[in-house]
């Protein structure tokens, strides 16, 4: 059975159209998938990420700790910044696309999505670095969309401006709508964005607030079928769907993170082996028919198969037409290369295409 966010109080009389992710009750569609769209797009929409694991990560060279267990360099980060990159097994294949918030060197704040990642953080840290999970105690909740800033702003003790609050880094003790938050520069709609983690005691307050002040100015809770529309045209991956733990970073698109010269951490000799043998590369197709039916299709080159479509929808950036995430042999994983999908007992053409298809230069995010 899905457990319950610190959210689902206000949010189980809104929809009864629900999905489980990652073990949590997470509404699937709230009022319309494209209504819901539009608002991202055109204004800003909230989501739940409660599902989410949150770990604190405290002690005498915690982050150094962190360091020796995921792929990105996070000990070259400076207080306040966010690193984002792969935690691998010791074979050096995907167990999370995670996020690092280095708060001091003895204290940082690790965000996932696998239960696996507590035991790799305790396994690898040391001991004298505790790793303690808030993830039921945290209420985190994500506003997108070109109105986000300005609508914060009108409710937060703090400058939020570009300036004062750049892409990929947090803020500590905010006051926003009169509750004390956690606020980081993240998202996963390539729009611009914020991240509000508040404390379990003040969750259901700070919803009753932000809702009153911005639900009148076009804010729409957002469902998970709308946030798949958003990941596949921005190009993000998400575990047990471009990724589990017999794929390398290389093949889902996170291989630019990984930083082999770091020193020893783990996984590193799996992906030192893998950055050369892998042999597939994420990108992007459309096909000219199919939409979600062509999720998981297999792709082929002249009659050869040569990847696959690890999840399909029909894109509103493209007019709905069917766009696709895909792992495709990486010499074929280029723009213009013509495929064909295989689903549903159709053969249907396609090609690959620009990755990601919407803001591949992530202007709005870093506005």
């Known amino acids: 059975m899905s457990k ?12 009864d159209q629900w999905m489980d992710l990652f073990g949590y009750a997470a509404p699937a569609v709230v009022t319309d998938t494209l209504e819901e769209y539009r608002a991202v797009r055109e204004r800003a929409g909230i989501m739940d990420f409660g599902m989410l694991r949150k770990y604190d990560i405290d002690g005498p060279d915690a982050v150094a700790g962190v360091n020796r267990v995921v792929g990105r360099d996070v000990a070259a980060l400076k207080p306040g910044q966010i690193a984002y990159g792969p935690l691998c097994n010791e074979q050096g294949k995907m167990v999370d696309d995670c996020t690092v918030l280095f708060r001091r060197p003895d204290r940082a704040r690790f965000c996932g999505a696998n239960d696996k990642d507590q035991g790799h953080l305790q396994h690898g840290v040391g001991p004298k670095v505790t790793v303690r999970d808030v993830t039921d105690e945290t209420g985190h909740l994500c506003l997108q969309g070109p109105m986000s800033r300005q609508w914060l702003q009108g409710l937060a003790d703090r400058d939020l401006s570009r300036e004062a609050f750049p892409y990929y880094t947090f803020k500590d003790e905010v006051v926003l709508a009169g509750i004390p938050v956690f606020m980081t520069r993240l998202g996963y709609t390539a729009e611009l964005g914020y991240e509000i983690w508040v404390e379990a005691d003040r969750a259901l307050e700070l919803w009753d607030n932000l809702f009153e002040a911005l639900e009148p100015k076009g804010m729409k809770l957002i469902g998970m079928t709308a946030l798949d529309l958003f990941r596949i045209e921005g190009g993000f991956i998400i575990g047990g769907v471009e990724y589990d733990e017999t794929v390398s970073p290389y093949e889902c698109g996170l291989g630019w993170a990984v930083k082999l010269d770091k020193g020893e951490f783990q996984g590193r000799a799996g992906l030192e082996r893998d950055k050369q043998a892998s042999t597939v590369r994420l990108t992007s197709v459309v096909l000219e028919s199919g939409a979600d ?11 050869d198969e040569v990847g696959l479509v690890t999840q399909a929808v029909s894109s509103p950036y493209l007019k709905g037409k069917t766009l696709g995430l895909a792992k495709v042999r990486k010499d074929l994983a280029l723009p213009g290369t013509k495929v064909v999908a295989e689903f549903g007992g159709n053969r249907v053409a396609g090609e690959v295409v620009g990755h990601p298809q919407y803001e591949p230069e992530r202007k709005k995010v870093k506005s």
Do not use: D, H, I, N
Request: aromatic share 8%.
């Open 4 to 15: 319950e966010t610190l959210f689902y109080p206000r949010m189980k009389s809104l929809t």
């Open 293 to 303: 039916a062509a999720s998981g299709a297999p792709l082929s080159v002249k009659g």
